[in-house]
């Protein structure tokens, strides 16, 4: 790109905070907006500019990120009556990194390109650790070309970014990468909850299974986890009960049944009635012990947990 673009970002929650922070890392000259004032404000101590609104972000910028919480915020942002789109200037580029719908990212795409605006989209996949390290995975829907231009950018957020299809095609494969992970997380519940009742050590579960050909990184990471206790996170529980029913709507879209996605969405619900929407989302593992009777503990069985590798 020659000179570094100037950047607008709006979105500033677990996940855009620390990706802001290693733009600004990297050199880049950082606009930034939130609803929260005071949170664009505190990272004018780390070099980025506030702005009041999304607006005049857009006014200011060569690229305009955002990590939003879902459609209503992007449509907000883009596209209704103060939406940004009318205010950047033909050639500059958009990158969203939200977790949403791919229509509504293919209606921004459309809606930018009337303006001469390319559109990246490009959700990630990792929490706000590889954030922090420039470790996420990106799924980019955008043309060849338009990649190019935007990968100085997304090389400064992730360590894998992929090339998936046009816009729109990125949220598609991080919405099946949820619905994996999602369904997962109900399977290690029922998982470790036949271990308990049959008898079984479930420290030592762990450590088998980790190792044979039923071992996968959820089981690895998230199974100790498991075993230590109930925890907040920083992907919460809500948060994962959302892209489900993302995931659940594309299929209907598409006409592809999700039947494993619904059935697992309801221990989601579940767990939201029981006001664990703040927990971790790999939470839900233990509701689905607790209906079978079993508290996940390393006590349960009176093993010893050793650490993952």
Same mark, same amino acid.
């Given at each position: ?87 950047? *200037? ?6 969203? @990194? ?6 509504? /990212?293919? $209606?921004?795409? %459309? &809606? !930018? ?96 299974? *980790? ?6 990184? @959820? ?6 986890? /498991?075993? $230590?206790?109930? %925890? &907040? !996170? ?76």
């Amino acid at each position: 790109m020659g000179e570094q673009p100037t950047l607008g970002f709006v979105g500033l929650g677990n996940m855009g905070r620390p990706m802001v922070l290693r733009l600004l890392e990297a050199g880049y000259r950082v606009l930034v907006s939130d609803r929260r004032w005071d949170v664009a404000q505190a990272l004018e101590l780390h070099g980025a500019e506030a702005v009041p609104t999304p607006l005049l972000v857009a006014d200011q910028v060569d690229v305009f990120l955002t990590c939003l919480p879902g459609d209503e915020e992007l449509f907000e942002v883009y596209i209704g009556p103060e939406g940004a789109l009318e205010h950047l *200037r033909p050639g500059t580029m958009v990158i969203d @990194l939200s977790t949403a719908s791919p229509m509504i /990212l293919q $209606r921004i795409a %459309q &809606e !930018g390109r009337l303006r001469q605006i390319d559109v990246v989209d490009a959700p990630v996949g990792g929490g706000p650790a590889e954030a922090s390290t420039g470790a996420l995975t990106v799924m980019v829907g955008a043309d060849a070309a338009v990649l190019e231009r935007a990968l100085p950018i997304l090389q400064v957020l992730g360590s894998e970014i992929y090339l998936v299809g046009d816009p729109g095609m990125g949220k598609v494969v991080k919405l099946v990468g949820d619905l994996v992970t999602g369904v997962s997380f109900v399977l290690i519940g029922e998982a470790l909850a036949l271990a308990a009742n049959a008898g079984a050590d479930l420290a030592r579960v762990y450590e088998v299974i *980790r190792s044979s050909s039923g071992g996968w990184k @959820l089981w690895s990471e998230v199974v100790p986890e /498991l075993l $230590r206790g109930p %925890q &907040e !996170g920083l992907f919460r529980l809500e948060l994962m009960k959302r892209d489900m029913e993302l995931a659940m709507r594309l299929g209907n879209d598409v006409g592809s049944p999700v039947p494993l996605a619904a059935l697992a969405h309801q221990f989601y619900v579940a767990a939201m009635a029981r006001g664990w929407g703040g927990l971790a989302a790999h939470e839900v593992a233990r509701l689905v012990g607790r209906l079978a009777n079993v508290q996940f503990s390393v006590s349960t069985g009176g093993g010893e947990l050793l650490a993952a590798e």
